[in-house]
């Protein structure tokens, strides 16, 4: 062969094998065992119906400013049920449309055990002066004045959004993050519904047949509707992030711009020395995500302050080694992330009024009892001790929602009506400690969210066998060149054809090499897996 002719072989080969062995190098690098992977400690981590059950027990002990709702419907034989607390620190009311409304959704993700818990801590927080006053410790003013923002606020939390996915990662699948059967919940809302990306994953993020086909994604949507919320706080784990809108471009959205300065502020006073980081979800995380909750939320409902926090992630970890991944493993490592970013949501609380949207809200000059019920025991804990402040309001303030036989529940939702209902929609109440469950509908279309019979926190169990779709099998989705070995074939036949074929070849392994280092510079590939935080 001519020496000109052989160079022409040679040199793309050469290169092909300089790609073929950086490719390797990387894949080793990013598969590399570890001895052990990590299963979740339930003497750190509570096990889901130990957290509920939790959760029943606080708005039990705190009926004047806290009261549980449990939504479920039913699609064919999957059932889903979820649960909402409400929380007035400045007690029940009448006044909702006056205050300012937040929505905090936990456990959105089956494998992202640490959300939830941090939904129980500010449970916990928000049951008492005394727990506010400890999130700021030795700052007394400060906890006055968050005393006297709380006080103008109403709080909705979802302690666990997604029951059904968390149930089979308890039963040992521990890289789930879907929901019962299947769906990914936050990729089943209606913004850019459907878009994949070139590495969509099934396993990963399959958004159902359409839209809100989801029970869990169908009764948030309408929760939202109706509360009509000013902040939309969605808290995920898998990496330390705080992210604006959007998720579905790579870009933030020009009217989220207050909202990221604020997140900015709150990086600043809580998260330095972190890995966390700030901007578009698009942008940040390293791959767009469709479909999602906190998209819906702002351009939909026009809920001026949403964002997606991720609290918590572990690069390091294998792609298998989802406990890990997704979970701070021992308790000092989960009191940390939890004190960190408690914090974090009341420096948000802190810092509401500077948002262009709620600075000259009334909220924010309420008395500190915000009303309360007939009987005076509605009041929250953000009035003067002896209650020498509280101000009495008629009577059609509202009881105090969940006690017994308390006469009607407050009416939140700023005085909104339903605008629409689905028909298998159901609200469910108990006492604690029965376990029998009555079921009201509550499908009237124009009723009132919150009516229906008084509710005791209910701690019912929501038994609904959940059929999976996709597997857990979830394999990283790095491509590995896989033709190669065909490459020679043609060789012997066509020398020309066979040097076109190399050379092309060549420059796609060569690209593929450059687009794989390219996928290691985003958090989700430097992880070694495809594994999705938001
Ligand atoms: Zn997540």
């Not at 449990?70 to 409400?86: I, L, N």
């Not at 968390?166 to 990729?187: H, Q, S, T, Y």
């Not at 609380?349 to 500077?354: C, F, R």
């Not at 509710?455 to 491509?479: K, V, W």
């Amino acid at each position: 062969m001519h020496p000109l002719r052989q160079a022409a072989v040679i040199v793309p080969l050469l290169l092909l094998v300089q790609s073929a062995v950086g490719v390797r190098r990387r894949l080793a690098s990013v598969t590399e065992p570890r001895a052990t992977f990590a299963l979740p400690n339930f003497t750190v981590y509570h096990r889901q119906d130990e957290l509920l059950r939790e959760v029943v027990d606080i708005v039990n002990a705190n009926p004047g400013f806290m009261k549980m709702d449990a939504f479920s419907e039913r699609d064919g034989a999957y059932d889903a049920e979820v649960k909402v607390v409400t929380i007035e620190p400045g007690g029940f009311t009448n006044r909702h449309h006056e205050k300012v409304r937040m929505l905090l959704d936990f456990g959105e993700h089956g494998r992202e055990l640490i959300s939830s818990e941090l939904g129980l801590l500010l449970l916990k927080t928000l049951a008492s002066r005394e727990g506010v006053l400890g999130v700021f410790p030795g700052e007394l003013d400060r906890a006055q004045e968050l005393r006297r923002l709380l006080g103008g606020t109403i709080i909705k939390v979802l302690p666990m959004e997604n029951e059904g996915g968390r149930r089979l990662v308890e039963a040992g699948r521990l890289c789930e993050r879907k929901n019962g059967r299947g769906v990914d919940p936050n990729r089943n809302w209606e913004v850019d519904w459907g878009t994949k990306e070139p590495d969509y994953d099934p396993n990963e993020e399959y958004p159902g047949t359409a839209p809100f086909s989801e029970p869990e994604t169908k009764l948030l949507r309408q929760l939202a509707e109706e509360f009509k919320p000013h902040v939309w706080l969605n808290i995920h784990s898998g990496m330390e992030a705080m992210l604006a809108p959007w998720d579905h471009v790579a870009e933030i959205a020009l009217e989220a711009r207050p909202s990221v300065d604020i997140l900015q502020r709150i990086f600043q006073d809580v998260m330095t020395n972190t890995t966390c980081v700030v901007g578009s979800g698009g942008k940040t995380v390293g791959y767009l995500a469709h479909g999602t909750a906190t998209d819906y939320m702002f351009k939909i409902l026009k809920v001026p302050i949403a964002y997606t926090w991720e609290i918590y992630g572990d690069f390091k970890a294998h792609f298998d080694d989802c406990f890990r991944m997704f979970n701070p493993l021992d308790e000092e490592g989960v009191k940390d992330v939890l004190q960190r970013w408690l914090r974090a949501i009341m420096r948000l609380v802190e810092l509401m009024p500077s948002h262009p949207a709620l600075k000259d809200s009334k909220a924010w000059t309420l008395p500190s009892s915000g009303g309360g019920g007939g009987d005076g025991s509605a009041s929250g804990w953000t009035a003067e001790a002896g209650g020498a402040e509280l101000t009495h309001q008629h009577g059609s303030d509202g009881g105090q929602g969940n006690v017994q036989g308390g006469g009607t529940a407050p009416t939140t939702g700023a005085g909104a009506t339903t605008s629409s209902t689905t028909s298998t929609t159901s609200k469910t109440s108990s006492t604690t400690g029965s376990t029998t469950t009555s079921t009201t509908s509550t499908t009237t279309a124009g009723s009132q969210q919150e009516d229906g019979p008084a509710t005791t926190a209910g701690a019912s169990s929501s038994s609904s066998s959940s059929s999976s779709g996709g597997s857990t099998d979830d394999q990283p989705r790095i491509a590995v060149v896989a033709s190669v070995k065909d490459w020679g074939s043609n060789w012997n036949a066509q020398l020309s054809s066979g040097l076109l074929a190399v050379l092309g070849l060549a420059v796609v392994g060569m690209l593929a090499y450059r687009c794989l280092s390219r996928q290691g510079e985003d958090p989700r590939r430097a992880r070694g897996s495809g594994y999705q935080p938001v």
